[in-house]
């Protein structure tokens, strides 16, 4: 009898049904192998370096169909980083080869997001048999519709405007929300239109000052006194957009010290231009945390069942993916080093536009 060994690892930020994707892959594995076993590597990339890791059982996926975060841990191994040596002078990308090797895998499964998916495809390339699955509350993955997380956490968001939405009628203010998204606007559009946003801002559409500005003023002269705006960490005004990349990286530098974030860059020039108050609100980390949502649930479990109906196919290299709601895979090298924006000229955004809010632009 052949036994199945393979390699189980949770890289980046960590976000709602990781459990729930590993626990899929586990149950069909178990179900459909004779004999296998399940390695978790602790910590992401860096169990699989530091040969710090756990034979699971089959009672380690028991119970965790709820259970947010992840149970084995994780911590962002940056791949600009990765073939340089680890503190104690290890080659990372050898180290994880020879622990591989050393534990006779058959199959790595790596969950995680682009920087995870760039690392997964070098490791791909070296020879590894790899299978990967698409986690980041951001849905900014290349090739999937959606991405396990993203739907708990626009839950999350959204009930932090609604709450938002009850102290704003009671004062006159400007209330800025600061939402997750550095590079994509994803859970910044669906989050804004889910809670009733006035104004979203997100970085594919960089915005001018003056539009916010008329849109605060339209809502005044139309008897509405306050103005709830969600904004992407990411954002950036359009003279911003033009600057290169090293000028406004120094422009950041130089405004950390008085603006902690967007929102308060943001918050501060609308009280300067306008007199309004501004509050702002940024729940931050409490967008990945907490209980997966039932529509990742079943997705992270659909997703983590097709992981397991590869390997044991023996057919490595692949992301399972959704698209036009079914399942489907695509090469892991497709989705390394891409980045899923929001395009501005898409349904959902025109959508947006025809109920009248204010993107920015």
């Not at 980083?81 to 104690?88: C, G, K, R, S, V």
């Not at 079943?298 to 983590?304: D, E, I, Q, Y």
């Not at 044991?312 to 891409?338: F, H, L, Q, T, W």
């Amino acid at each position: 009898m052949v036994m199945l060994r393979v390699g189980m690892l949770t890289s980046g930020g960590d976000c709602q049904a990781l459990n729930v994707a590993m626990r899929g892959v586990a149950k069909t594995l178990y179900k459909g192998c004779d004999d296998v076993e399940i390695f978790g590597f602790m910590d992401g990339f860096k169990g699989l370096i530091r040969k710090n890791y756990k034979l699971l059982e089959r009672d380690d996926f028991a119970g965790i169909l709820t259970k947010g975060g992840t149970i084995l841990g994780t911590s962002r191994t940056p791949f600009k980083y990765i073939n340089l040596p680890d503190e104690d002078g290890n080659d990372k990308i050898q180290s994880m080869i020879n622990t591989y090797n050393e534990l006779q895998l058959n199959c790595l499964v790596v969950l995680g997001g682009n920087g995870s998916h760039k690392t997964a495809n070098l490791l791909s390339e070296k020879g590894l048999n790899v299978v990967t699955l698409p986690k980041t509350i951001d849905n900014d993955l290349y090739g999937t519709d959606m991405s396990f997380g993203f739907q708990s956490a626009i839950d999350i968001a959204t009930q932090t405007i609604d709450c938002i939405h009850t102290t704003a009628a009671s004062h006159s203010r400007v209330f800025i929300v600061e939402l997750m998204g550095h590079k994509t606007g994803w859970l910044t559009l669906y989050a804004g239109i889910a809670g009733g946003a006035d104004i979203i801002l997100i970085p594919e559409i960089p915005y001018s000052m003056e539009s916010v500005i008329n849109a605060i003023s339209k809502r005044t002269q139309n008897g509405k006194h306050f103005t709830i705006i969600a904004v992407a960490e990411g954002v950036i005004s359009k003279e911003e957009a033009q600057m290169p990349k090293k000028k406004l990286k120094e422009l950041r530098a130089k405004e950390a010290g008085k603006y902690p974030s967007a929102a308060y860059r943001l918050g501060a020039k609308i009280e300067e231009l306008c007199g309004h108050e501004v509050r702002v609100t940024v729940p931050g980390h409490v967008q990945r945390g907490g209980q997966p949502n039932a529509y990742d649930r079943v997705l992270a479990t659909r997703l983590g069942v097709k992981a397991a109906e590869l390997i044991m196919e023996g057919k490595y290299g692949y992301m399972p993916c959704v698209r036009n709601n079914m399942i489907d895979i695509i090469p892991i090298s497709e989705v390394a080093g891409k980045t899923r924006k929001v395009d501005p000229q898409s349904d959902v955004v025109l959508q947006a536009r025809m109920l009248g809010l204010c993107l920015g632009d």
